[in-house]
């Protein structure tokens, strides 16, 4: 997955990384959150209200 620039979040996955499925998401240049895809909870970090709706975007136009 290339990185995907939203909300003011940077998004980043890379293909072949470890199980389980999961996308970094950076604010400045500072990690927001490592966030499980597969199980829908953080692995490192918070979530803010805000990071989880642009998932939940990116993941119905099949970019995550």
Do not use: C, Q, T
């Not at 996955?13 to 829908?40: A, Q, T, Y």
């Not at 998932?55 to 970019?63: F, H, K, N, T």
Request: without cysteine; charged residues 30%.
């Amino acid at each position: 997955m290339p990185k995907i620039r939203r909300g003011g979040y940077v998004f980043v996955g890379w293909i072949g990384d470890h199980s389980p499925r999961h996308v970094h998401v950076f604010r400045d240049g500072m990690l927001i959150v490592k966030w499980d895809l597969e199980n829908s909870k953080a692995m490192e970090g918070s979530m803010p209200g805000r990071v989880k709706k642009l998932i939940v975007e990116l993941e119905s136009e099949g970019l995550l």
